[in-house]
């Protein structure tokens, strides 16, 4: 058990790119959700798969923002057109079928829109 | 409106001390409840969990929260603290009927030798 893993753990871009993150969950985890955290706040939900589907997404998922889980594992999250005010911390968690509400966390990408 | 909240921003504790952060949550049902620590550069990791039964619930780490239907609370604690508990602390929830996790602002704690 490797845990859940996240790439890049920093990324600083200008206003404007396209960023994408990536998240690899525990490997028999079925669900994978995505958080983002910003200074001195709890994280807040954004997505959340089971397996490939994408079976919510919060309001504050606006429509620059895309999540996909192709087949089931690896999940990817991109930004297009990045503003300032997306400057935060996105977790990724996973969970497994056994205790689905047992979330266990990555140590998050840390986006950085200049 | 459904909410967690944390009412302690900021608490010192001297190393060997007792610590105890509070957690009240404004739900119609009781949700599942959670403690998470999260270290400076690190993930939030799930300290321990209340689905039911006992309120008194142990977790990892020495920590102990005991559950209040009453007074909707959530409370964590742990007899003495040492540096090494220095972090922030976030409680959530999740609904009965749901999976995502709602959590509180957080409380962030600070160890004195």
């Known amino acids: 058990d490797t845990g859940v893993s996240q790439n890049p753990r920093h990324k600083i871009t200008k206003r404007g790119q396209n960023v994408t993150f990536r998240c690899d969950p525990i490997?028999?985890?079925?669900?994978l959700y995505w958080y983002r955290q910003t200074l001195g706040q709890g994280p807040e939900f954004l997505t959340y798969f089971q397996n490939e589907a994408q079976l919510e997404k919060s309001r504050l998922l606006s429509d620059r923002f895309s999540a996909e889980r192709p087949k089931g594992s690896f999940s990817t999250l991109e930004i297009q057109r990045t503003e300032q005010g997306d400057s935060a911390m996105y977790l990724c968690?996973?969970?497994?079928?056994?205790?689905?509400?047992?979330?266990?966390f990555g140590p998050g990408t840390r986006l950085l829109v200049l | 409106a459904q909410s967690v909240t944390q009412p302690d921003i900021h608490i010192t504790v001297s190393e060997g001390a007792s610590l105890e952060l509070r957690c009240n949550y404004s739900?119609?049902?009781?949700?599942?409840l959670f403690w998470y620590v999260q270290s400076p550069g690190q993930g939030l990791q799930l300290l321990l969990k209340y689905f039911s039964g006992d309120t008194l619930v142990q977790g990892i780490k020495g920590f102990e929260a005991e559950f209040k239907r009453s007074q909707s609370s959530f409370n964590l604690r742990k007899p003495s603290v040492h540096w090494s508990d220095a972090a922030e602390y976030f409680c959530?929830?999740?609904?009965?009927?749901?999976?995502?996790?709602?959590f509180g602002a957080g409380t962030t704690v600070t160890v004195r030798a």
């Open positions: 968690a996973s969970s497994g079928p056994r205790t689905p509400r047992d979330q266990y």
């Open positions: 959530a929830v999740v609904l009965t009927n749901d999976y995502k996790l709602s």
């Open positions: 490997s028999e985890h079925n669900r």
């Open positions: 739900y119609g049902a009781t949700p599942y």
